[in-house]
């Protein structure tokens, strides 16, 4: 007489088999987990990106003048004009456009230059992570304002992307510091031993079992490049030292300054920039520390634990340290 696998197991060991977690709860589980930052800052970028990507081509000319200097917002123009009777929505749409063309190019340049110096040297190690660590330290101390003001004396019409490419190079070597940092705890796992010993070549190591691995910490330094790009350009800008013959953020807000908005009582050409410039790195800022609660669980914890701890009375609190200590 047959007996099946079911009967022939123990009462026991077929109730702690029926509690073990399949391949749906694994994947339950491995989902990110959708908070209020994250939901709220993914709206406010996709919102203004998507400005950015229509607004240009259903607005006029922004560089068109008019003979209706520093009107208010109505009667054709949406956000008012300049001094010089240009429109203002025509130029924030093409500035929203130039500020994030300048982010982006930033943040993929700073990922791809910290990810190059830092995984590749911290996996090598020996002398090439010391050649890469000496090119790192010599690109953290290169101070950004200064070079952007000699190139400026010597390039009287300077690009978006050569400002891009300057802040890039300004901008990357603390990144690669921290990957560098997170690669070496990975060089000595087990899997990437395992992968050396069953002879896997060296990039594919790299890309196959390390980077996979460095995706959020990468993300989260994409994020936190754009918002310095950004801010690092409208600085920039503001000071005359800018990306010219071109419009961002900054470059609203320098020309506004140089036109006596403020003075002036002109609100809606210095605001809308401004109020754009702040949005776009709150909700930078917000998706940057969701990310960073993914990498690090501790952390989310903690943030849990702090809201609990809002709601708690003085009496509950004593008690909670009380037992604490």
Avoid: C
């Amino acid at each position: 007489m047959s007996v099946t696998l079911s009967e022939s197991l123990e009462p026991d060991a077929v109730e702690s088999r029926e509690h073990l977690p399949g391949p749906t709860s694994k994947r339950r589980r491995a989902r990110p987990r959708l908070t209020a930052k994250l939901v709220v800052g993914s709206a406010v970028v996709a919102a203004i990106v998507l400005f950015a990507i229509v607004g240009p081509f259903v607005t006029q000319n922004p560089s068109a003048i008019s003979d209706v200097g520093l009107q208010p917002p109505g009667d054709g123009h949406l956000l008012g004009t300049t001094q010089t009777g240009q429109d203002v929505f025509a130029q924030l749409a093409h500035a929203t456009r130039g500020s994030l063309t300048i982010g982006v190019v930033v943040g993929v340049l700073t990922v791809v230059l910290s990810s190059l110096f830092g995984v590749i040297g911290a996996y090598a190690g020996g002398v090439t992570d010391e050649v890469f660590n000496l090119f790192t330290n010599i690109a953290l101390v290169i101070p950004g304002l200064p070079l952007v003001i000699i190139i400026s004396s010597y390039v009287p019409n300077k690009s978006i992307w050569l400002i891009a490419v300057v802040l890039a190079i300004t901008g990357w070597a603390g990144s690669a510091r921290v990957i560098r940092g997170f690669t070496l705890s990975l060089r000595g796992r087990d899997y990437v031993l395992a992968s050396k010993v069953a002879g896997e070549r060296t990039w594919r190591v790299i890309l196959v079992e390390i980077l996979p691995n460095l995706i959020p910490l990468l993300a989260s330094q994409f994020v936190f490049a754009i918002i310095f790009a950004i801010l690092g350009e409208a600085g920039l800008s503001f000071l005359g030292l800018g990306a010219s013959n071109s419009f961002t953020w900054g470059t609203m807000l320098y020309y506004a300054q140089n036109g006596l908005a403020l003075r002036l009582g002109a609100w809606w050409w210095f605001v809308p920039p401004g109020l754009l410039l702040a949005l776009f790195g709150a909700a930078l800022s917000l998706i940057n520390f969701s990310i960073d609660e993914a990498i690090n669980p501790k952390l989310r914890s903690q943030t849990r634990s702090q809201r609990k701890g809002w709601r708690l009375t003085d009496k509950q609190l004593e008690a909670v340290k009380e037992d604490a200590l």
